[in-house]
């Protein structure tokens, strides 16, 4: 009999890079857009507009790397104190720890006699990454990556900023708000669109949550400037 051989495309592979990138440019582009149409509302130039929009690009971006960083170091700092933990408890009680990986296979549905042997020989095996992967739930696959995280938000934010500036230099000045907030819309729509497609969710409620969120910022940004006259 000829076995059929298949590939399968998995997502979780993506978690790191995906959840930094989407939450970077989604926030690049809805934060620099809502500044943009505040400043713009105020009843400020175009020179005042750009400048307001460019520190805000930099800020942000700066903002969002720390911010990632200091995030997924924290959750970096508690994965490996976990494994600290676990390698020395595998040293000091092997018994205790292979009655533990037993059982966590008991409760996921083997009988005690198969979960004893499937523990006994990914013990034999790699004792440690068993015990990360079955007890803590830390695998390579979703380990969290600081720098990465870091460079990927700072990038993307800025990437996302950008539409806005451009719209906000090529508008004529007394249009700024309404040609920034129409062609923002669209953009972040986009931006849901291909992050629920990159995690395998669905397109249209991906598009529908960010451009909703996106179009309340920007309509709460307007109505301060626009109410109190001033930047924001």
Do not use: C
């Amino acid at each position: 009999m000829t076995r059929i051989l298949h590939s399968e495309v998995h997502l979780v592979h993506r978690i790191g890079w995906l959840r930094a990138a989407v939450l970077g440019a989604n926030d690049g582009l809805v934060s620099t857009a809502s500044l943009v149409v505040g400043v713009a509302a105020a009843g400020s130039g175009r020179t005042e507009v750009l400048i307001a929009g460019l520190a805000g690009l930099v800020a942000g971006a700066m903002s969002m790397a720390a911010g990632e960083y200091v995030s997924v170091s924290s959750q970096t700092d508690a994965e490996k104190a976990d494994i600290a933990r676990e390698t020395r408890e595998l040293e000091e009680t092997p018994e205790a720890e292979l009655d533990e990986l037993t059982q966590i296979y008991v409760e996921r549905g083997l009988d005690d006699r198969l979960a004893r042997q499937v523990a006994v020989q990914l013990t034999e095996k790699n004792a440690l990454a068993a015990h990360m992967r079955d007890e803590l739930g830390i695998s390579e696959t979703i380990a969290a990556r600081p720098i990465q995280a870091a460079v990927v938000s700072a990038l993307t934010f800025a990437i996302g900023a950008v539409v806005p500036l451009i719209v906000a230099g090529l508008a004529p000045a007394s249009a700024i708000s309404v040609a920034v907030a129409v062609t923002t819309l669209p953009a972040l729509a986009v931006l849901g669109g291909l992050g629920a497609s990159a995690g395998g969710a669905g397109i249209a409620k991906g598009a529908l949550r960010v451009t909703f969120w996106g179009a309340l910022a920007m309509a709460a940004t307007a109505a301060v400037g626009m109410v109190f006259g001033v930047t924001v």
